[in-house]
């Protein structure tokens, strides 16, 4: 597009019929000093009212931005193209064009700045701002402290289908990572000269048991879920416990992609592993313990027992927990054991009780209690009792069932 010059005469120039808008804004003063009968009609003014206006009336802030820049750098007869202005209509309205910018000489002297304008198409302008909504997402996973991931779907996954064909197409139909960020990448230890969305989505996250488990997760509350365990393997071969917070597009029964953010569960896991190994060990401990040992809960049930309580008095286990304290042990009729002993780590003094047997006997004990946890209403109480005068057993021997807790 190249524009011409307005000129003087009786018949019409080029400058007034040529189909784009033109103007000249002088460089000193900022003022429209001639347009053509297009701009005038585009902005819906005479061409009188704009020439001789200031042009900040007919160009908003950025664009006339835009201008000064060019005619600081620009010398004449230099130009630049495909510029992205806006002016404002005479009735308010915005009009986005794209332009022909370059600097002239008026009348020979005065240094101006002459504009060839076209409406600028609607579709192309969306798909700018397309564009730019994608750059700035694209910069927000890009920094994010978090690792973010999309599977997309090459063969849709058909989740209309029975289960188990479901999940198999989850895992064997083709799929690509993308937009998987620099945290994912870390996360899954791959080296810093790769890009993580070139890797093979089976290289982190294979089918096996757990993971098999999440799939059927994910379609049962249709790929919109937070905290879904999953199990993978970073690119050195070290499985990986994780959560993943995932959401899914899906079309007509079909899943085309699915994206999210994982957590590192791998250090909660091994502390899981650790206590429960602890727990183990406790247990066992307990289970050779020779007295008998109850849990008096809050509401005075009993809530957990060991297998001495079985040996000694002829309960089993289940027998027990649930129970009220009451049915088993007698206590002094002016003594609340919720009540009436010191907190966690305090030595309470030696209790004398009755206990009752599986066989209805009653055999008098002497009871050392314990509390466990520091609010009152939180309470638990550990009783071990020490029968007095007893055999190894009080009633019929019963199978073994060690340690347990009610629930």
């Given amino acids: 597009m190249r524009p011409v010059a307005p000129t003087t005469g009786a018949e019409a120039s080029p400058w007034d019929t040529a189909p784009v808008m033109l ?3 002088a460089i000193e003063g900022e003022r429209i000093l001639a347009c053509n009968a297009t701009q005038a009609a585009a902005i819906g003014c ?9 042009a900040e009336r007919f160009y908003l802030h950025d664009s006339l931005e835009c201008l000064r820049s060019l005619a600081e750098r620009l010398d004449p007869g230099q130009g630049e193209a495909n510029l992205r202005l806006q002016l404002r209509r005479g009735d308010g309205q915005l009009l986005p064009v794209t332009a022909q910018v370059d600097i002239v000489l008026w009348n020979g002297k005065t240094r101006a700045l002459r504009t060839a304008k076209a409406p ?12 730019r909504e994608n750059e700035i997402l694209r910069g927000i996973v890009s920094a994010s402290k978090d690792a973010l991931w999309c599977i997309e779907f090459a063969e849709p996954v058909d989740l209309t289908a029975p289960a188990p064909e479901a999940i198999r197409q989850f895992f064997e139909n083709v799929c690509y990572w993308r937009l998987c960020n620099r945290a994912m990448a870390r996360f899954y230890k791959l080296p810093e000269d790769m890009d993580f969305n070139d890797t093979q989505v089976r290289a982190t996250f294979p089918r096996n048991a757990e993971n098999e488990a999440f799939a059927r997760l994910l379609i ?3 790929f919109n879920i937070d905290g879904a365990p999953a199990l993978d393997r970073r690119l050195d071969g070290v499985a990986a416990h994780v959560e993943n917070d995932v959401r899914g597009h899906i079309a007509d029964g079909m899943l085309h992609r699915m994206w999210g953010a994982t957590r590192d569960l791998s250090e909660q896991k091994r502390t899981e592993l650790a206590l429960a190994s602890r ?3 406790t247990v066992e401990v307990l ?6 040992i109850l849990v008096i809960g809050r509401e005075g049930l009993l809530e957990a027992a060991n297998p001495a309580v079985e040996w000694r008095f002829g309960w089993t286990v289940d027998e027990v927990l649930g129970r009220p304290a009451g049915d088993l042990v007698r206590f002094p009729a002016d003594f609340d054991p919720a009540n009436d002993i010191g907190g966690p780590g305090v030595e309470n003094p030696a209790l004398e009780v009755t206990v009752r047997t599986a066989d209805g006997q009653e055999h008098p004990c002497r009871a050392h209690l314990s509390a466990l946890g520091e609010a009152i209403q939180d309470r638990r109480v ?3 009792l020490r029968p007095e005068a ?18």
């Fill in 120 to 131: 600028l198409d609607p579709a192309l302008d969306a798909a700018e701002q397309v564009e």
């Fill in 287 to 292: 289970s050779a313990v020779p007295d008998p």
């Fill in 390 to 407: 007893m055999g190894s057993k009080a009633g019929p021997q019963r199978g073994h069932s060690g340690n347990r807790t009610a629930g």
């Fill in 220 to 222: 049962e509350h249709g």
């Fill in 279 to 281: 727990l183990d060990a």
């Fill in 46 to 54: 005479a061409p009188d009212q704009l020439v001789g206006a200031p």
């Fill in 382 to 384: 550990v009783l071990t």
């Fill in 23 to 25: 103007d000249l804004i």
